[in-house]
């Protein structure tokens, strides 16, 4: 009798201690849901599986019939958020009063910015109004040999394609972002190109 509750005292423990990974295991799933990063890619294919029959007696095998795909663009790099480990390894003189929401929004204003930039360099030009060719020439004449096949954008794209103000401030937060390699400038020709890395 005593051999039996020891076992059920020992069965209780282990059972306690399952739970408790089992509850530690779900709120790590619930934390990890509920800060779900912006830019994870989303899924591309989904498919529908319907079954098909000719005549009752006869059946046929399900198959999955699959939506096409998106068309193919080219991927166009953008800037990786700041992380919270990152933005307080930033140096205090070089932080200021500036926030970790108000760098990532810069982040997003610049991943805009780039996507527009670029998404008018891939079009095709005949399909371009003249305003966008007139972008689209001066995009190429930015380029130059050391920016061959990286992604960067210049002031000039961040006042046509974002309501960001060319402060100071605006200045501070991308020594952030060069501080935690985020980008790099290209400095040329009377022009500074960031660079995405």
Same mark, same amino acid.
């Given at each position: 009798?005593?051999?039996?509750?020891?076992?059920?005292?020992?069965?209780?423990?282990?059972?306690?201690?399952?739970?408790?990974?089992?509850?530690?295991?779900?709120?790590?799933?619930?934390?990890?849901?509920?800060?779900?990063?912006?830019?994870?890619?989303?899924?591309?294919?989904?498919?529908?599986?319907?079954? /098909?029959?000719?005549?009752?007696?006869?059946?046929?095998?399900?198959?999955?019939?699959?939506e096409?795909?998106?068309?193919?663009?080219?991927?166009i790099?953008?800037?990786?958020?700041?992380?919270?480990?990152?933005?307080?390894?930033?140096?205090?003189?070089?932080?200021?009063?500036?926030?970790?929401?108000?760098?990532?929004?810069?982040?997003?204003?610049?991943?805009?910015?780039?996507?527009?930039?670029?998404?008018?360099?891939?079009?095709?030009?005949?399909?371009?109004?003249?305003?966008?060719?007139?972008?689209?020439?001066?995009?190429?004449?930015?380029?130059?040999?050391?920016?061959?096949?990286?992604?960067?954008?210049?002031?000039?794209?961040?006042?046509?394609? /974002?309501?960001?103000?060319?402060?100071?401030?605006?200045?501070?937060?991308?020594?952030?972002?060069?501080?935690?390699?985020?980008?790099?400038?290209?400095?040329?020709?009377?022009?500074?190109?960031?660079?995405i890395?």
């Amino acid at each position: 009798m005593e051999i039996q509750v020891k076992k059920q005292e020992e069965l209780k423990k282990s059972l306690k201690e399952i739970q408790k990974s089992a509850e530690r295991a779900q709120k790590e799933a619930w934390h990890l849901l509920e800060h779900m990063p912006r830019y994870l890619p989303k899924p591309l294919q989904v498919c529908n599986v319907e079954p /098909t029959v000719k005549h009752k007696e006869e059946t046929k095998a399900v198959e999955p019939k699959c939506e096409k795909k998106p068309a193919k663009g080219r991927a166009i790099k953008e800037v990786a958020l700041i992380t919270t480990e990152e933005f307080e390894n930033v140096p205090a003189y070089m932080k200021g009063r500036i926030t970790y929401d108000q760098i990532n929004a810069v982040v997003e204003e610049i991943n805009k910015a780039v996507v527009d930039k670029y998404k008018i360099l891939y079009q095709p030009l005949k399909s371009m109004s003249a305003p966008v060719r007139n972008l689209y020439h001066r995009f190429i004449e930015e380029e130059t040999r050391d920016t061959n096949g990286v992604f960067f954008i210049v002031d000039n794209d961040i006042k046509q394609f /974002t309501k960001l103000k060319l402060d100071k401030r605006f200045y501070i937060m991308l020594s952030i972002l060069r501080h935690c390699q985020r980008v790099r400038e290209i400095r040329s020709s009377g022009l500074v190109r960031y660079v995405i890395c």
